[in-house]
């Protein structure tokens, strides 16, 4: 009798309390990272929140030509690397300001979209990801050969215009250290809502009627083109959308860190996008998003901090040696999303292993089991493993 | 067809730039294409045998690895530790026991990290990556970052006038008659027998009683051991350090991808194609550098020309 009244209190607590709209989620988030800063937490804790706001447009734009139109590239890092070349290039060698190098950036990310979309659509699967592989390597060694005063060499462009130069506050009447605090605050906010904006683009773009075309094109190539659809205007069109918001990323990350360098177009930074899009959860835009805060947060701070625990107990129990060389070495035995150690590898392998359908997507999935009533909605969600089964019924 | 009319293209154009050269010009040109035709046949003979076991494993099990470039690397370092800084045995079992120990890598490898996730390509294709960047830091850690030398032979020949280490010539001995042993061990034995079963349709070959388990670790295992034997040789003539296996990794997709994803035909006829486009650029531009870009480059042309590479399987429709 009170067992039956405890299921049906918890029965209407969970459909009734729980049944969080996707909308009010974002709400939440919205107006979480908006009042963060209220708690004036330190600067190097922004600046890494920015940094990963840029990653999370990244990892969006990968997701979405993945998600959407099931096209595999494993050289994301092309687009990142030629936004953040064209603007860095623009300011450096015509002294343009920053407002009008970024749009030029990402207009020749669009081109170079093209340009590398048109030959790929005759590849298909891993040859596709082969070939998108191989095209941040030959522009890697192109701008690693030519002189350096094109592009740098080596050490990349340098000495790049940043958002909100420190001179703005320092001419406001800030101290040399609240304005450096207030430059990393308003460069928090400019890539946050950003972020937003482009997030919210792509997901219309997304589950719109093209993100539906996209999709049908995902499931079955040949019905729907026998259903009329132009295939190839398509797919060359997410090509275009991924790369306009991966070469947008490229562009703010150049102009965050003051350098395109080098290491925009590397093998790790195709990687990037991979990891969080893998860990959020494949064909949704706000997956990636979230991964890449967890991200963060799993790589800067709990890592480093289980790995210092770690350590101790190493040197208590009297392994002294290794718990000193742990200690000293802390950031190359985890390494971050950006630049990968070996236990942030182990625990992402374990992660990808675990939840193969990715963390957000799983959480969203059981706040939507939940409650009967939406249980229709969003079924699209499911459509790329779905695929993968149908590939080999054992 | 396009074949026959590149081949004329080449030769005309070979023809006429010969026509209009100079006598100094004609011996110098002469000295450079006997390097060209000997430093190309050597690095394509090694280089096959690294791509044939990238694309052995992706012809039986459908797996995309990533880590191949790293167990390359590993199989050089596992040599340095077995002849030089651990045991200092001789070359000969040191080899050995290297590539024993990295072919049990590859099995520990395909049943930790691949087998969990085998039926998602893309999944695969992430966790043999993290895989590798894992090796590679358990190697940083090891044995340090810095270069370490690789010794197997000494001295040099002279053939046509062109200067060849003993180690290249033993990398492209060795590496050729192992492609002639992998080729017989396909076609004439039990096992290889099972594997173009496997290759065929996975179903139907679980219904004949393979285990394809069992047969994708030994897959893996001989891929893991080409990769480590492709490591030493190599790294003999070169240099090895932990972060050597991305320029190897990227090859042996453009072989791979040149000759056909699962074919070996075509990995071999792909690995002399690179080898070749590789010492054109050194040779006749004299820019190092632009190495791998030339092979990617040759890569993503062929691939223009025919989606599946030279000897894959037809895709489905297209376009």
């Known amino acids: 009798m009170v067992l039956s009244y405890f299921r049906r209190t918890y029965s209407i607590f969970t459909s009734k309390v729980l049944d969080v709209p996707p909308r009010l989620l974002v709400l939440l988030f ?49 687009f990142f690397g030629v936004g953040a070349y064209t603007s860095g290039a623009l300011c450096y060698h015509f002294g343009l300001p920053l407002w009008a190098t970024i749009p030029m950036g990402v207009l020749l990310c669009i081109l170079v979209a093209f340009l590398v979309g048109f030959p790929c659509l005759r590849v298909k699967g891993p040859y596709l990801a082969l070939v998108t592989l191989a095209f941040p390597i030959i522009l890697l060694t192109v701008f690693l050969g030519l002189p350096a005063k094109y592009f740098g060499g080596e050490n990349g462009i340098t000495g790049l215009p940043v958002f909100f130069p420190i001179e703005f506050f320092t001419e406001r009447g800030f101290g040399w250290k609240e304005a450096i605090y207030q430059q990393t605050l308003a460069q928090y906010y400019l890539m946050f809502l950003l972020l937003f904006i482009s997030s919210y683009i792509l997901y219309r773009i997304a589950y719109s009627k093209t993100g539906i075309v996209l999709v049908s094109i995902l499931d079955d190539e040949v019905a729907s083109k026998a259903s009329g659809i132009n295939t190839t205007k398509y797919k060359l069109m997410a090509f275009a959308i991924s790369g306009l918001f991966g070469g947008l990323a490229g562009c703010l990350y150049a102009h965050w860190i003051g350098v395109a360098g080098l290491s925009t177009l590397m093998l790790t930074q195709s990687f990037v996008p991979i990891i969080i899009t893998f860990l959020g959860g494949i064909g949704t835009i ?20 289980a790995v210092e625990g770690l350590a101790g107990l190493m040197t208590n129990i009297g392994l002294v040696s290794l718990g000193h060389n742990l200690k000293s070495n802390i950031t190359s ?11 942030f590898m182990i625990v992402i392998i374990i992660l990808i292993i675990k939840w193969p359908t990715g963390i957000a997507r799983s959480v969203v999935d059981k706040l939507e089991d939940l409650s009967e009533e939406r249980e229709l909605e969003e079924r699209g969600k499911r459509i790329w493993k779905r695929e993968k089964k149908k590939k080999s019924p054992s | 067809m396009i074949a026959v009319v590149a081949i004329v293209i080449v030769v005309a154009v070979v023809l006429t730039w010969w026509y209009y050269l100079s006598p100094a010009g004609r011996v110098d040109a002469f000295a450079k294409i006997k390097r060209f035709t000997i430093y190309g046949l050597l690095s394509g003979g090694v280089y096959a045998l690294l791509a044939l076991g990238f694309t052995l494993i992706y012809g039986v099990a459908d797996v995309v690895n990533m880590a191949h470039g790293a167990l390359y690397m590993l199989g050089a370092y596992m040599f340095y530790a077995f002849s030089w800084k651990y045991f200092q045995l001789d070359p000969l079992p ?68 062109v200067s060849v280490t003993y180690q290249q010539i033993l990398a492209f001995v060795v590496s050729l008659s192992l492609i002639a042993i992998l080729w017989l ?21 679980m219904l004949m009683g393979i285990n394809t388990e069992r047969l994708y670790m030994l897959t893996m295992a001989i891929s893991a051991l080409f990769a480590a034997l492709a490591g ?3 790294a003999s003539y070169t240099v090895a350090n932990p972060r050597m296996w991305t320029s190897p990794l990227a090859m042996s997709f453009a072989i791979v991808i040149l000759g056909g994803l699962g074919s070996i035909k075509g990995s071999l006829i ?34 223009l020309l025919r989606p599946a590479g030279l000897f894959g399987k037809r895709l489905e429709v297209e376009r």
């Open chain 1, 333 to 343: 035995w985890t390494g971050s999303a950006t630049s990968p150690g070996l236990i």
């Open chain 2, 185 to 205: 061990f396909i076609r004439k034995s039990k096992i290889g027998g099972a594997m173009r079963a496997v290759a065929q349709d996975r179903e139907a070959a």
């Open chain 1, 30 to 78: 919205f107006l979480l990272f908006m009042f963060f800063p209220l708690t004036r937490p330190g600067a190097d804790l922004l600046g890494k929140l920015t940094q990963y706001s840029i990653l999370a447009i990244f990892a969006a734009s990968w997701d979405f030509l993945i998600g959407r139109s099931g096209q595999l590239s494993l050289g994301h890092a092309l």
């Open chain 2, 232 to 234: 030493i040789l190599i």
């Open chain 1, 286 to 305: 706000y997956g990636p998003i979230a991964a890449a805060y967890i991200l963060m947060f799993l790589g800067e701070f709990v890592l480093p901090d």
């Open chain 2, 270 to 303: 792909g690995a002399f194609i690179i080898g070749y486009a590789e010492k054109f650029v050194t040779i006749w531009t004299g820019m190092s550098y632009l190495e791998g870009a030339a092979s990617l480059a040759v890569m993503v042309l062929i691939l």
């Open chain 2, 94 to 161: 040191a080899v050995i026991l290297a590539v024993i120990l990295v072919a049990f890598i590859g099995m520990i490898t395909y049943r930790l990290f691949i087998h969990p996730v085998i039926e998602d390509i893309v999944a695969v294709m992430v966790v043999t990556l993290g895989a590798a960047l894992i090796f590679q830091q358990l190697v940083i850690l090891n044995f340090t970052g810095s270069n370490i030398p690789i010794v197997l032979l000494t001295g040099s020949e002279d053939i046509l006038g």
